[in-house]
């Protein structure tokens, strides 16, 4: 089956301590990214890669990292988490076929709370 | 301006109505197009691309006017299981691929 897995679904955890939120897709997509979702301020971008060891930076970048070493995979990383970064995160994937964009396949989201 | 605006709803329609979403898009450089459903806490789902000549997928119907920035959503003989949120989402032609989504539209169809 198609599809891009996120773990883990739900976590707690304590200011300060480095998390990493794994995200796989299994469809060879090159572009992938990754999204929060917080009430009031809809889904906004955090990260992008449109290829392996190819990333940057979304609209909301600042205290997470990202890495793409391999195709099918793109974790997310809180360095040092707080808690504005509680919130829900979705990882997603997508890929071009010549001029026709294709719309994003979305991960089921990973609800982290930063206490 | 929000860049692309929705009206929140919610819509409560009885099954069997037909229900219309619209959405405006403010970057006249926007080049693709898409609604996407959000069931509560869930992720979202694409529910279709959007065309400039327009295109059908069973009960759903999208619409493209480039020229007022504007995109619609028709959805006849709604079900009980089309109660979600309903996104209108546009992307840039650029490397970032980023998706603009709208705030949402509720959509609560009723027995």
């Known amino acids: 089956e198609a599809q891009v897995t996120q773990n883990p679904r739900y976590l707690i955890t304590v200011t300060g301590k480095k998390l990493t939120v794994t995200c796989s897709q299994n469809?060879?997509?090159?572009?992938m990214s990754w999204y929060r979702q917080d009430p009031g301020l809809g889904l906004r971008q955090i990260y992008y890669?449109?290829?392996?060891?190819?990333?940057d930076k979304g609209d909301v970048p600042e205290g997470y990292k990202v890495s793409r070493k391999e195709k099918r995979n793109f974790p997310l990383i809180l360095e040092s988490p707080s808690p504005n970064q509680t919130s829900l995160y979705f990882c997603?994937?997508?890929?071009?076929?010549?001029?026709?964009?294709?719309?994003?396949?979305f991960g089921s989201g990973t609800r982290l709370t930063v206490v | 301006r929000k860049e692309v605006e929705q009206d929140p709803g919610p819509f409560n329609v009885p099954e069997g109505a037909t229900v219309a979403f619209n959405c405006t898009y403010s970057?006249?450089?926007?080049?693709?197009f898409f609604w996407y459903r959000q069931d509560c806490r869930k992720e979202p789902k694409l529910l279709m691309s959007?065309?400039?000549s327009g295109n059908e997928d069973g009960r759903f119907t999208a619409q493209l006017n480039r020229a007022s920035q504007y995109i619609s959503l028709l959805i006849r003989d709604s079900k009980l299981s089309d109660s979600a949120t309903y996104l209108c989402?546009?992307?840039?032609?650029?490397?970032?691929?980023?998706?603009?989504f709208g705030s949402g539209t509720r959509l609560q169809v009723q027995p």
């Open positions: 997603a994937s997508s890929f071009r076929d010549g001029l026709l964009n294709y719309g994003y396949t």
């Open positions: 469809m060879n997509h090159e572009y």
């Open positions: 890669s449109m290829n392996v060891e190819v990333t």
């Open positions: 970057n006249s450089a926007s080049q693709s």
């Open positions: 959007v065309y400039s």
């Open positions: 989402v546009v992307m840039m032609d650029t490397g970032r691929r980023a998706l603009t």
